[in-house]
Every structure is written in structure tokens, then in C-alpha cells.
């Protein structure tokens, strides 16, 4: 028979033990878990982050970083913080909402806790408005609960069918709490090449007035898209009560890429891949781009969205 005293203290090890293992800080370092209450983005990473790794980009950069931060280092915000970004492909929206999904949560667009919608594969049919907009609504509501800093991203905003994303609108509103959950620490991204036309003229507008691309401001950009975008049939955003209600934070432009850009994009990927950095590689895949004004070949009308594949063939040199 076992002593009394061997008892006790068996029973205290296996207790301590198991407060141990339980503590948030050991079992979180094995098990994915929400952000705690409070914690904030570490700004100098978001940062540097944005700086080594988006290009051609200042306005979406500076308004990003700033509304991001703001919004992490509220304790109490009045409603979800929610961005539209758009531009053509290629630019770097999906690159930044990546970003950003990282610095939420650590493991990026793996996280349970990011969730990720593309339009053409989440909601096909157009016969089905009413059900997508049920499943979305239950979709949102039982993340949210599970973890409040949920990162939700629509991807292929343009793609979408009128109506399907007025579902989620009670969920950004000024609402302190919708049917008992709190979506006020979510963060809600769009991504849209709708707007993109818009965009680009402006650019070309401010090279041919012989203006520097960093000169051009939010302000420059923000109300055209608005009022293009809300008034685009061919958006998913058409008419919806998310704009009409102002409750996206910020309409974010997305520059077309020079070609001083896309060989910053074919130098990160070269070192992505564990090369030493070769100009004349550089300027081969950089030719190889397609440009326009066809004229003046100032923006690559595919951003940096082919780098990858055309560097390949290089990968023999």
C-alpha cells in the first residue's frame, strides 16, 4: 500500500504538471490560439514587412499601415475595420492582404482563424443570391465567436454577384453586438480589380502633366473609386449598402506598376529563391512584360503577375 505522504505528492506533480501543460503560453506554442484581448501588431514588423516586400505601392502602404495600427491599438473600436483595395492584377492587393493576414495571425492565409472567399468558386451561381448569403451570414457568425480578430478576405470582388455581400453588413455597422457576438475586433478585406480603369488613368494623368507617381494622394483617388465603383455593374459592390451605408474605411488604390517595379519584383524573387541577383536577368524578364500606353510602354498591364512563370525558363542560367 501506497504511503500517504507518496500519495500527496504524486497527486501534486500531476497536478502541477497539468496546470502546466494547460497554461496559455505552453499549450498556444503548440496549438494555434486567437490573440488575447488587447494585444497589439507589432508596428516596426508590419512595416518592414510592406517596405521589403510590396513595391510601386505608397499610397496602399502608408493608408494600410496606418488604418491597421489604428485600428490594433484601439482597445474599444465602434465597428470592424474594413478595406477595399483595388487596382488590376498583378499589383499586389493579394500580396498585401497576405501581409497583413500574417501579422494577425501568425500562420498567414493557413490560420484557422483567416478566412479566405473567392467569388467564382464560394458563390458560382447567381440562382443561389439568397442561400449564399444564409451560409455566409452562419459562416461569419460562428468564426467571430470562435476567435473576434477573425481576418475575413473576398477576393475576386468584381467577380461577385450584386447582392450576395449585403449579407454580411449588419456585421460591420456601429453595432455594439449583433444576436450576441461582438464583430467590432474582425478585420474584413476586399479584393477587386473593379476601379483598376479609373486608377490607371489618373496615374497616366499625373505622368503626362509631368507629376512624380509618389505625388499622387489618397484624396486623389478615393471619392473616384466610391462613386465607380457602387455605380459598376460588372462589381460586386453595385448598389450595396456597405457603401451606401459608409462603412468601408478605405477605398485603397493600387498604382499600375512601372518597370523600375517589376524588376524590384524579379530581384525578391531571384533571392526568394536562393540566387545571387543577375541585372541582366533582371532586365531580360523585365522585357519580356508587356506595356502600355502602347505608345509610351510606362505600366506592365500585368503587373508583376507573370514574374514567377518567366523567370523560370531563366532558372537554367
Same mark, same amino acid.
Given at each position: ?29 503548440y496549438v494555434e490560439c486567437c490573440p488575447r484581448a488587447g494585444q497589439r501588431l507589432n508596428a516596426t514588423a508590419l512595416k518592414a514587412q510592406l517596405d521589403n516586400r510590396l513595391f510601386g505601392q505608397h499610397l496602399a502602404k502608408d493608408v494600410v499601415l496606418k488604418a491597421v495600427l489604428g485600428f ?123 476601379? /483598376?480603369?479609373?486608377? &490607371? @488613368? ?5 505622368? =503626362? +502633366?509631368?507629376?512624380? #507617381?509618389?505625388? %499622387? ?10 462613386? /465607380?465603383?457602387?455605380? &459598376? @455593374? ?5 448598389? =450595396? +449598402?456597405?457603401?451606401? #451605408?459608409?462603412? %468601408? ?69
Open positions: 500500500a501506497l504511503e500517504p505522504l507518496s500519495v500527496g505528492l504524486a497527486i501534486g506533480v500531476a497536478s502541477a504538471l497539468t496546470g502546466y501543460l494547460s497554461h496559455p503560453r505552453f499549450y498556444c506554442s490594433s491599438n484601439n482597445p474599444s473600436p465602434k465597428k470592424p475595420l474594413m478595406l477595399s483595395l483595388h487596382g488590376w492584377a498583378g499589383t499586389g492587393k493579394n500580396f498585401l492582404s497576405q501581409i497583413l493576414a500574417e501579422q494577425v495571425h501568425p500562420a498567414g492565409l493557413r490560420s484557422k482563424f483567416v478566412h479566405l472567399f473567392l467569388a467564382t468558386l464560394h458563390f458560382p451561381h447567381h440562382d443561389q443570391v439568397k442561400l449564399y448569403k444564409e451560409q455566409l451570414q452562419n459562416w461569419i457568425r460562428g468564426n467571430v465567436s470562435a476567435c473576434p480578430s477573425s481576418v475575413f478576405i473576398f477576393d475576386e470582388m468584381d467577380k461577385m454577384h450584386p447582392g450576395v455581400i449585403d449579407a454580411i453588413k449588419p456585421f460591420l455597422d456601429y453595432y455594439e453586438e449583433v444576436d450576441g457576438v461582438s464583430y467590432r475586433k474582425a478585420i474584413f478585406i476586399f479584393l477587386s480589380n473593379a476601379g /483598376g480603369d479609373l486608377i &490607371n @488613368k489618373a496615374a497616366l494623368d499625373f505622368w =503626362s +502633366s509631368g507629376k512624380r #507617381r509618389e505625388d %499622387i494622394q489618397l484624396k486623389d483617388l478615393e471619392p473616384l473609386l466610391s462613386v /465607380g465603383v457602387f455605380n &459598376n @455593374k460588372n462589381s460586386g459592390l453595385w448598389h =450595396s +449598402s456597405i457603401i451606401d #451605408r459608409n462603412l %468601408i474605411d478605405y477605398f485603397v488604390p493600387f498604382l499600375p506598376l512601372e518597370q523600375r517595379h517589376v524588376k524590384m519584383c524579379v530581384r525578391a524573387e531571384m533571392t526568394a529563391r536562393g540566387y545571387a541577383v543577375d541585372e541582366e536577368i533582371v532586365q531580360a524578364v523585365a522585357d519580356e512584360m508587356t506595356y502600355f500606353p502602347k505608345d509610351q510602354k510606362i505600366y506592365s498591364d500585368k503587373g508583376c503577375k507573370t514574374v514567377q512563370a518567366k523567370l523560370d525558363i531563366h532558372e537554367d542560367l
